[in-house]
């Protein structure tokens, strides 16, 4: 008779955890580039400085264009002078309506250029977005600068964004506002984050879903693109079966698991869950009470009498 070890399955606390691995993102991320071409009049930031949002960045000439707001302001003074005389003269019945429409809409024409002047002003500047961290300029004054110029990056990085995944068979389990803790090994600092984003799809390539986290950077100790390893705590789980890994028989259909019934040796299908350094959690398969097998597992066969030492 074949003598192994073996345990005797109890359920047990099990702290849901899921690790993966992921890339810090900054929650926002913009490269700065004109509206209009020109030549630059004035850079106002440095690089790699704090700015708030709205803050001039930038500033290309913009001579001609205030030339044509500051003559079609003349125009708007002269032309509601005379649609006001015209006004006059329509209430007394001194001109047709038509005469004075003509004027009036003269008056809204204008109107009309000097919001137009104003925005194409407003196109020679480069204001902040949001608050955060300009980087690198790749521009200098005097240059001449076109849609396609690479001008410099803003980055917001407090908070943070972090995209990671994890599989698919965990996807009924994780919510948003599930905490999310991550580690850099460059670092070696912890950070701790909820999750705020679920993409509502499973990859159907890796068969994973995609998640993202936020967390708190206000010392700024890590920055955007960084790998770093994740442990998303999802709910604990009371009465989990926890069997040795080394008792798990992967077979061409999935895996299987030997445990002792009625003095014999049975090969049990299941269906495997949360792994930890030394444990796997059994979904179905096996009950509590069994006698599993963690030793012999070559020897073993089902049908063979067997003598188990529990450990």
Do not use: W
């Not at 606390?13 to 209009?36: C, K, Y």
């Not at 001109?95 to 004075?100: A, L, R, V």
């Not at 009924?172 to 850099?184: Q, T, Y």
């Amino acid at each position: 008779m074949l003598t192994v070890t073996g345990v005797v399955i109890k359920p047990e606390a099990l702290e849901n955890i899921v690790r993966s691995s992921g890339t810090v993102l900054a929650s926002e991320s913009v490269d700065l580039v004109t509206e209009a071409a020109g030549r630059i009049e004035k850079i106002t930031f440095k690089e790699g400085s704090h700015v708030v949002k709205n803050t001039l960045l930038l500033k290309i000439n913009d001579d001609d264009l205030r030339a044509q707001l500051k003559k079609t302001e003349l125009q708007i003074q002269l032309a509601s002078e005379q649609e006001k005389r015209q006004k006059q003269l329509y209430e007394i019945n001194g001109i047709s309506k038509e005469q004075y429409d003509i004027a009036l809409n003269q008056v809204n024409t204008l109107k009309a250029d000097h919001e137009n002047l104003i925005a194409s002003i407003r196109k020679r500047e480069i204001r902040a977005p949001f608050d955060g961290i300009i980087g690198l300029r790749y521009i200098s004054e005097g240059g001449y600068v076109s849609q396609t110029t690479r001008i410099a990056s803003i980055q917001k990085i407090n908070p943070l964004k972090v995209d990671f995944s994890i599989p698919e068979k965990y996807s009924d389990d994780v919510a948003v506002g599930d905490i999310v803790e991550f580690s850099s090994d460059e670092t070696k600092l912890r950070f701790t984050g909820k999750l705020y984003a679920i993409e509502p799809k499973i990859d159907p390539v890796t068969r994973t879903l995609q998640l993202r986290a936020l967390c708190d950077n206000k010392n700024e100790k890590i920055f955007p693109g960084a790998y770093v390893q994740i442990e998303l705590r999802l709910k604990n789980i009371a009465d989990a079966l926890m069997v040795p890994s080394q008792a798990i028989i992967p077979v061409l259909k999935g895996q299987t698991i030997l445990v002792k019934r009625k003095g014999v040796v049975v090969s049990l299908p299941v269906r495997t869950g949360i792994r930890t350094a030394s444990l796997v959690q059994i979904l179905d398969g096996i009950s509590a009470g069994d006698t599993v097998l963690t030793t012999g597992l070559m020897q073993a066969r089902p049908g063979m009498p067997v003598t188990v030492v529990v450990k």
